[in-house]
C-alpha cells in the first residue's frame, strides 16, 4: 500500500516560514491535498489539488509537488497557525485514500 | 450553509455493533461522494471508507483494516449517511468524521465527529 511520510514536528518562530513536507513514492504525479487540524477541532483543507487554496484561506499558505516530496509552505507564521498538517493522495492502485502521519506545527 | 452532523457514537463492547449517522444538510447531497475518517486517541487521520454517488451506481470502498467488518450505505431522500460497524475491537476506538468529497478529490467539509468507545 501507499505510504506517506510526515515529519512529526516542525517549529517555527512568528513572522518566518515554516515548511511541512510529505514523502511518498513518485508523489509528483498524484495530486495531494493539506488539512490543519487546531486542537478538538475537525480538519479544515488548507491546500487542494497540490497548490490551489480554498476560499479563505490566507495567502500565506502555498503548496508544492514535485518527485518523491510535496511541501506545504506556510509564510510569516502566525500563532494562529498553530496546528497539526496532513498530506492526503489518493491511490489509484488500491482505490484507498492515504493520509500522511501529520505533523505538529509549534510557533514559538 | 453546508453542514455534516454525525451521530450514534458511544460505548460499545469487544465484539458488538454499532451505526453511525452522518446527516448532511445545505447542499445537494446525492451529487456528492462521502466518506468516513477516523481518529484514535492522540493519533493521526485514517480513511474508513467512501460511498461513491448515484451517478457512480453508489459504489464503495473501505480501507483494509476495516474492510469485512464495516458497511458504508447512504440514504440520498433523507440526506444522510451510515457506517454500520460490526464485530468491533478495540483498536476501533476513535472519534469518526464524516467527510464531503468535492469533485471526487479533498474533503472540503466535515462534521465534528463522534466518538466510539470499544471496551469491556
Known amino acids: 500500500s501507499y505510504v506517506l511520510t510526515q515529519p512529526p514536528s516542525v517549529s517555527v518562530a512568528p513572522g518566518k516560514t515554516a515548511r511541512i513536507t510529505c514523502g511518498g513514492n513518485n508523489i509528483g504525479s498524484k495530486s495531494v491535498h493539506w488539512y490543519q487540524q487546531r486542537p478538538g477541532q475537525a480538519p479544515v483543507v488548507v491546500i487542494y489539488y497540490d497548490g490551489d487554496r480554498p476560499s479563505g484561506i490566507p495567502e500565506r499558505f502555498s503548496g508544492s509537488n514535485s518527485g518523491n516530496t510535496a511541501t506545504l509552505t506556510i509564510s510569516r507564521v502566525e500563532a494562529g497557525d498553530e496546528a497539526d498538517y496532513y498530506c492526503q493522495v489518493w491511490d489509484s492502485s488500491s482505490y484507498h485514500w492515504v493520509f500522511g502521519g501529520g505533523t505538529k506545527l509549534t510557533v514559538l | 450553509e453546508v453542514q455534516l452532523v454525525e451521530s450514534g457514537g458511544g460505548l460499545v463492547q469487544p465484539g458488538g455493533s454499532l451505526r453511525l449517522s452522518c446527516a448532511a444538510s445545505?447542499?445537494?447531497?446525492?451529487?456528492?461522494?462521502a466518506d468516513w475518517v477516523r481518529q484514535a486517541p492522540g493519533k493521526g487521520l485514517e480513511w474508513v471508507g467512501r460511498s461513491r454517488n448515484k451517478a457512480n451506481s453508489y459504489t464503495t470502498e473501505y480501507a483494509a483494516s476495516v474492510k469485512g467488518r464495516f458497511s458504508i450505505s447512504r440514504d440520498d431522500s433523507k440526506n444522510s449517511l451510515y457506517l454500520q460497524m460490526n464485530s468491533l475491537k478495540t483498536e476501533d476506538t476513535a472519534v469518526y468524521y464524516c467527510a464531503r468529497e468535492v469533485g471526487a478529490s479533498a474533503f472540503d467539509y466535515w462534521g465534528q465527529g463522534t466518538l466510539v468507545t470499544v471496551s469491556s
Open positions: 445545505g447542499f445537494t447531497f446525492s451529487d456528492h461522494y
